[in-house]
């Protein structure tokens, strides 16, 4: 037999046991006889709840670095001034407290504190300087750590210095990316800061390397590997003098109601209250800066609210695409406690307020607040001096009762549209019967300080978790 007809027979003979196999195969599934491949049930879903054994973790900002306090250090920030820390919480609720470490080579670093997931807790700072060429007061909330925040306020025109200062209170290397916009959009990609913080550390970055000669300035903030807590800081010298010093707290969330509690102008009589005069020879007069999220474009209408109720159109702001919106306030209210910006898209938003006296003044920017929520309790951390303002943006009364701790409690009602001062006698707890935003705010006649009052971040309490 050649070689040809055996390759011909064995092919015959495979391609007649295919042929049979297959038969077999089909008749197999068509009587139900064979297996057939399929899911007999869904995947296992398991429940795990997020919060259990959860934390949370206030970062403080720290002391006020001065970049070129070194001069074999121009580019380094150097930790100037005296920092009060005030911590809150609710009765028997503590946290543990840690110290950050600054990559300038100081041990002099940003506070952090750790407590239980839902645990009423609070934290805030104000820093006092007076050197040669920085001097004021300045206040911000200590806040959770997120990956995407935003910073608004400052400037890298000549004389004004604004860092970002970033706390990493995690034991994971913190990516950091800040993008950052001014008066003309976002600045150029290529011209953005990428920074590494280590674990446990903290990083100041300024701003007019990246940005300079912009006149308004805003930042986003977003991180990998860790979240981040940033802090926004501002020194004004002029002629060499110091002129101000500013910090700004960070904000989460666009919102088309912003509202900046506590803002007040002190003029340079000295006597607290009096209308701002921007046409009068006023060098710092009341300016709210807002950007839209996400690119939106629209309009923003300002105005200001006092304790009975009153309200006052400031002006309107356009919003262009990614750029910061600017309102110059030529007359503040004479007894106008809060600021409220109600646009037509989301928006983060801030003011400026001064106060002044013959021959020095300071400023600061008051950050949004986020809202506090009816039926629910946040921590009110108390500075020296500071003292507490209560806004409702709704429209109908809120209950508020601000307790101390050891039991002394002031209860308020702040009608719709109002913004309250109430004193503090320390560390307190704030509930409240309606949606209202509240801000801690420190006034001297040639100082200024505040402070967004800030709930605990939301967390989803449970998620699901399917097993293969």
Same mark, same amino acid.
């Given at each position: 037999?050649?070689?040809?007809?055996?390759?011909?027979?064995?092919?015959?003979?495979?391609?007649?046991?295919?042929?049979?196999?297959?038969?077999?195969?089909?008749?197999?599934?068509?009587?139900?006889?064979?297996?057939?491949?399929?899911?007999?049930?869904?995947?296992?879903?398991?429940?795990?709840?997020?919060?259990?054994?959860?934390?949370?973790?206030?970062?403080?900002?720290?002391?006020?670095?001065?970049?070129?306090?070194?001069?074999?250090?121009?580019?380094?920030?150097?930790?100037?001034?005296?920092?009060?820390?005030?911590?809150?919480?609710?009765?028997?609720?503590?946290?543990?407290?840690?110290?950050?470490?600054?990559?300038?080579?100081?041990?002099?670093?940003?506070?952090?504190?750790?407590?239980?997931?839902?645990? &009423?807790?609070?934290?805030?700072?104000?820093?006092?300087?007076?050197?040669?060429?920085?001097?004021?007061?300045?206040?911000?909330?200590?806040?959770?750590?997120?990956?995407?925040?935003?910073?608004?306020?400052?400037?890298?025109?000549? *004389?004004?210095?604004?860092?970002?200062?970033?706390?990493?209170?995690?034991?994971?290397?913190?990516?950091?990316?800040?993008?950052?916009?001014?008066?003309?959009?976002?600045?150029?990609?290529?011209?953005?800061?990428? $920074?590494?913080?280590?674990?446990?550390?903290?990083?100041?970055?300024?701003?007019?390397?990246?940005?300079?000669?912009?006149?308004?300035?805003?930042?986003?903030?977003?991180?990998?590997?860790?979240?981040?807590?940033?802090?926004?800081?501002?020194?004004?010298?002029?002629?060499?003098?110091?002129?101000?010093?500013?910090?700004?707290?960070?904000?989460?969330?666009?919102?088309?109601?912003?509202?900046?509690?506590?803002?007040?102008?002190?003029?340079?009589?000295?006597?607290?209250?009096?209308?701002?005069?921007?046409?009068?020879?006023?060098?710092?007069?009341?300016?709210?800066?807002?950007?839209?999220?996400?690119?939106?474009? *629209?309009?923003?209408?300002?105005?200001?609210?006092?304790?009975?109720?009153?309200?006052?159109?400031?002006?309107?702001?356009?919003?262009?695409?990614?750029?910061?919106?600017?309102?110059?306030?030529?007359?503040?209210?004479?007894?106008?406690?809060?600021?409220?910006?109600?646009?037509?898209?989301?928006?983060?938003?801030?003011?400026?307020?001064?106060?002044?006296?013959?021959?020095?003044?300071?400023?600061?920017?008051?950050?949004?607040?986020?809202?506090?929520?009816?039926?629910?309790?946040?921590?009110?951390?108390?500075?020296?001096?500071?003292?507490?303002?209560?806004?409702?943006?709704?429209?109908?009364?809120?209950?508020?009762?601000?307790?101390?701790?050891?039991?002394? &409690?002031?209860?308020?009602?702040?009608?719709?549209?109002?913004?309250?001062?109430?004193?503090?006698?320390?560390?307190? $707890?704030?509930?409240?019967?309606?949606?209202?935003?509240?801000?801690?705010?420190?006034?001297?006649?040639?100082?200024?300080?505040?402070?967004?009052?800030?709930?605990?971040?939301?967390?989803?309490?449970?998620?699901?978790?399917?097993?293969?």
């Amino acid at each position: 037999m050649s070689s040809r007809t055996s390759i011909v027979r064995g092919s015959v003979r495979a391609a007649t046991g295919l042929l049979i196999t297959g038969i077999a195969a089909t008749a197999a599934i068509i009587l139900g006889t064979g297996p057939v491949f399929q899911i007999e049930r869904d995947p296992l879903a398991v429940s795990v709840d997020t919060q259990q054994g959860g934390a949370q973790r206030l970062v403080c900002a720290g002391p006020f670095g001065e970049l070129g306090a070194d001069p074999s250090r121009p580019d380094v920030s150097i930790p100037v001034g005296t920092v009060d820390v005030a911590f809150a919480g609710a009765d028997g609720v503590t946290a543990d407290e840690q110290t950050l470490r600054p990559l300038n080579g100081s041990t002099d670093g940003g506070k952090t504190y750790t407590g239980v997931a839902g645990d &009423t807790i609070g934290a805030a700072q104000l820093v006092q300087v007076k050197t040669p060429t920085v001097a004021g007061s300045a206040a911000s909330t200590c806040t959770e750590p997120a990956n995407s925040q935003w910073l608004i306020g400052g400037a890298s025109t000549l *004389g004004v210095t604004t860092t970002v200062t970033i706390g990493n209170p995690s034991n994971v290397i913190a990516t950091v990316h800040l993008a950052v916009y001014d008066e003309n959009g976002r600045v150029d990609a290529s011209e953005s800061a990428g $920074v590494i913080v280590p674990a446990g550390g903290q990083q100041t970055v300024s701003l007019n390397g990246f940005a300079p000669e912009r006149e308004r300035l805003a930042v986003q903030v977003t991180s990998t590997g860790a979240p981040v807590t940033a802090t926004l800081s501002v020194a004004h010298i002029t002629d060499l003098t110091p002129f101000a010093i500013s910090s700004a707290t960070r904000q989460l969330r666009p919102a088309q109601t912003s509202v900046i509690p506590g803002v007040t102008h002190r003029d340079v009589s000295g006597r607290e209250h009096r209308a701002s005069d921007a046409g009068d020879g006023d060098e710092v007069p009341v300016t709210v800066r807002v950007i839209a999220a996400d690119g939106a474009e *629209g309009q923003a209408r300002v105005r200001a609210v006092d304790a009975s109720g009153a309200s006052t159109d400031l002006g309107t702001i356009d919003l262009a695409a990614n750029t910061v919106g600017e309102l110059v306030v030529p007359k503040w209210p004479t007894k106008a406690n809060a600021v409220i910006v109600e646009s037509d898209v989301p928006v983060y938003a801030a003011a400026r307020a001064a106060a002044r006296m013959l021959g020095s003044q300071d400023y600061e920017w008051f950050a949004a607040a986020p809202i506090i929520g009816a039926d629910t309790s946040v921590a009110v951390p108390a500075v020296g001096g500071g003292q507490l303002v209560v806004t409702n943006a709704g429209t109908e009364t809120a209950e508020v009762s601000v307790r101390a701790k050891g039991g002394a &409690t002031a209860d308020v009602k702040v009608p719709a549209g109002a913004a309250v001062p109430v004193a503090l006698s320390g560390g307190s $707890v704030l509930s409240t019967s309606a949606p209202v935003y509240a801000a801690v705010r420190v006034v001297g006649d040639n100082r200024i300080a505040g402070y967004p009052v800030v709930p605990e971040v939301d967390r989803d309490g449970e998620m699901t978790v399917y097993l293969r």
